[in-house]
């Protein structure tokens, strides 16, 4: 678990906001002790509306949204253009969750985001994080395979998907960019990217202590306190550990647990040190380390097995598996990051520095039997060194930009993959390497051409080697023991050069109303297939976006409707092929994919908020000639298809929540009552969508009481319709279908206390 504490840069503001060039508020510069995140809150009321709560400086970063007396909903600060604005003010569709929304929907990890974001998938591919938004996403994972909806923690990209299964503690933010970011954020956020921002620390000495009990013995706790050091000086720390004693299911085999967390800690630490005026560093530390056997494959329910076919269709045993290998995902991760800030007159300098190590290996049956046939044994190892560079305008104006450059150098590893092939005779150990450096420059613009009209051009240049290097394959010979020849895989490079590009034109109609048009192109870097050495490199995968939105505060600032639509082409995208034992990359020709996604916010009253969201998306291969095709009885070995007219695999035809919080003073404290309903109309893990994880219904539920003394009580419920969801499936090429699922019903008890 990571101990996270996100700044939230929310306030109240009502339906009139003070405008400048192109209908944008400035925002101020901050004072000694506050960031420029901190300080935008304070800029975001509106002058003349009364009755409205705001937080400003240090000590409030980061709490949560302050609900308004009488001017509806509180503005929102983002970070999707690099630069700190106005939700309702960027011309991109971004969802924005708060602290305070994460709680009431049931968010603790990065894979519970979906049901805060409908257009978004997250799932836990054998301890990978993959994901998919809009329909664009990737179900490959190896060392240096990447995802094409990035990651950022307070800057930072993660490029290690073995690295990146957060849970998420005292978060109050957290930005889901939606269409491609090529221009300010890369090569690898072709479908968008996830952006979370850890707490400030504050001036005055706050702390905030949870724990929970819940059901399959599973306890849980965080803690974190913030305070100065000196005057300009301030520090914070955060923990967080979970630990489940009864796992999902039992493994019939040996009678242990299957489907439990055994440990999941984190610690946090950020130092923020203002010397002067204008000047701040940001320095920060985290470790974690995780262990579990949720990854518990077995042959899915009713579909024959190709290692075993006389034994017909496997029974549905649940949760349970019977399986001769006992699962594991035992992973660590570590990094630090240090940030320059600098006002430079009028701009604004920044650079930031950060290098992350991890180390995760996965035992699993391969055949997801009962018989010793073939099981899977793997380390990989992972490090990234990246550095930033930006100067940007000051705020106001008819004209702003930015420029930026950055520089990425990573190596992963595999030491070893080991694949014990029992029926064959044989046991194969691979040790390989892929290493990645990237080197890029950017700019972004915008200019207000006509009255409240602005036209926003950007660009970035990236040019990436990825060189595949070191690569030993040894086969020994189990009945013989003894070693065939060691083969030795020739190193490898490829360069790949890609100019990727933004325009947008906006047009603010009236303060409560903003639209926009815009074409992006994104870009996905190629590479090798780590654990295939001397395999052909893939190619990388392109994609063109073409969107409109509108962005709406309405009825006196009670209503927030945002509204975008879109369609992409999508070239050479890159899907899984299951290879031996190892998942590898192919590249799956041309797609195309369009639809609309909206996201509402209503304050009904003081009392009571509503919140949701839609996504209606046709995400479709247009030509896929090469395609692995399976039987859905399983059994019969994959052969090579069509996959045109398919749905992309992770893609949900139709999404959607409703999110409700009420909250009352009673008594000595507040109550609060939250819920929020979950659909998707199902989605297909694989391109030959054969294997289909049907329609579902989550619901999650929340009560809890708040003393006035920062005693606060209360119980939860997630997926409280006990759906059995598919996290993650894959087919081996002798046509057996093998996976795991998701969290089944948990609920539990929380007791905490803040100060």
């Not at 049931?106 to 974001?117: E, F, P, Q, R, Y």
């Not at 059994?635 to 919080?661: E, H, I, R, W």
């Amino acid at each position: 678990m990571l101990a996270l504490g996100v700044s939230l840069m929310s306030v109240a503001a009502g339906s009139a906001q003070a405008q400048t060039a192109g209908g944008k508020a400035p925002l101020p510069d901050p004072a000694p002790g506050q960031s420029s995140a901190d300080i935008s809150a304070a800029a975001a009321t509106p002058p003349g509306v009364e009755g409205t709560s705001t937080t400003t400086g240090p000590a409030a970063a980061g709490s949560p949204a302050t609900p308004v007396q009488s001017g509806g909903l509180e503005d929102i600060v983002v970070t999707a253009q690099r630069r700190s604005e106005r939700l309702q003010d960027v011309p991109i569709a971004v969802t924005a969750i708060t602290a305070s929304q994460l709680s009431r929907v049931g968010v603790s990890d990065v894979i519970d985001l979906k049901v805060a974001v409908p257009t978004l998938n997250v799932v836990n591919s054998a301890g990978y994080l993959n994901s998919s938004l809009r329909g664009i996403g990737s179900n490959g994972i190896g060392a240096g395979i990447e995802n094409p909806i990035a990651l950022y923690i307070d800057g930072v990209y993660y490029a290690a998907p073995a690295a990146s299964l957060l849970s998420l503690n005292n978060v109050s933010q957290i930005e889901v960019l939606k269409g491609p970011q090529g221009t300010l954020f890369g090569r690898n956020a072709t479908g968008g990217l996830i952006q979370i921002t850890t707490k400030e620390p504050s001036a005055k000495n706050t702390a905030n202590f949870n724990f929970s009990y819940a059901n399959y013995d599973t306890y849980s706790g965080n803690a974190y306190v913030s305070g100065a050091v000196t005057d300009n000086l301030f520090m914070d720390l955060a923990f967080a550990g979970t630990f489940q004693r009864d796992g999902w299911g039992t493994n019939r085999f040996n009678g242990k647990d299957v489907y439990k967390v055994d440990h999941d800690v984190a610690g946090r630490a950020k130092m923020i040190f203002e010397p002067v005026g204008g000047t701040k560093f940001t320095l920060i530390g985290d470790y974690s380390d995780h262990r579990d056997s949720v990854a518990a494959y077995r042959v899915f329910r009713n579909t024959v097995s190709g290692f075993t076919p006389a034994l017909g269709p496997v029974p549905d045993i649940g949760y349970d598996t019977d399986t001769d290998v006992q699962p594991l995902t035992d992973t660590w991760a570590a990094g630090g990051s240090l940030r320059w800030d600098q006002d430079i007159g009028s701009l604004s300098f920044m650079s930031l520095t950060a290098y992350r190590g991890s180390r995760a290996q996965f035992k699993f049956d391969y055949d997801g039997s009962n018989r010793a046939i073939q099981s899977i044994d793997e380390i990989q190892r992972d490090r990234q060194f990246s550095q930033e560079l930006q100067l940007s305008s000051g705020s106001g104006g008819r004209f702003s930009w930015l420029l930026g450059g950055f520089y990425f150098n990573a190596r992963a590893e595999l030491d070893p993959f080991i694949l014990t092939a029992n029926d064959l005779g044989a046991r194969v150990t691979i040790n390989n390497a892929q290493r990645t450096k990237s080197i890029a420059g950017y700019a972004q613009a915008t200019y207000e051409i006509f009255d409240k009209t602005n036209l926003t051009l950007g660009g970035r240049y990236t040019s990436e080697k990825r060189e595949a290097y070191d690569g030993t394959t040894d086969v020994f010979v189990i009945p013989l023991g003894i070693s065939a020849p060691t083969a030795i895989a020739p190193d490898r490079d490829r360069t790949f050069n890609k100019f990727t590009y933004r325009v947008s034109l906006d047009h603010r109609f009236s303060d409560e109303v903003l639209t926009y048009a815009s074409y992006n192109r994104g870009f996905k870097s190629g590479g090798f297939n780590t654990s295939a050495p001397g395999s052909d490199p893939f190619r990388p995968e392109t994609l063109d976006a073409y969107e409109v939105g509108i962005k709406t505060d309405l009825f006196g600032n009670d209503v927030r409707l945002n509204v975008a639509g879109f369609y992409y082409d999508y070239n050479d995208v890159q899907v899984q092929l299951l290879n031996q034992g190892a998942i590898t990359i192919i590249n799956g020709a041309k797609a195309r994919d369009y639809g609309i996604d909206a996201d509402l916010n209503w304050q009904v009253s003081q009392e009571l908020r509503l919140s949701g969201g839609l996504g209606w998306i046709s995400p479709k291969f247009r030509s896929f000639p090469n395609c692995p095709i399976s039987t859905a009885t399983g059994g019969t070995a994959s052969g090579l298809g069509s996959c045109a007219g398919n749905q992309l695999p992770l893609a949900s035809k139709f999404t959607g929540n409703v999110g409700a919080d009420y909250s009352v003073d009673i008594g000595p404290g507040k109550l609060g009552i939250n819920s929020n309903f979950y659909y998707n109309s199902g989605f297909y893990p694989e391109s030959d969508n054969v294997i289909r994880q049907s329609s579902y219904i989550l619901l999650n539920a929340g009560i809890n009481y708040t003393l006035e003394s920062g005693l606060s009580f209360g119980v939860f419920g997630k997926n409280l319709s006990d759906e059995r969801i598919i996290n993650f499936e894959t087919t081996i090429p002798n046509g057996t279908h093998t996976g795991f699922y998701q969290a089944p019903r948990t609920y539990g008890v929380t007791i905490g206390y803040k100060y």
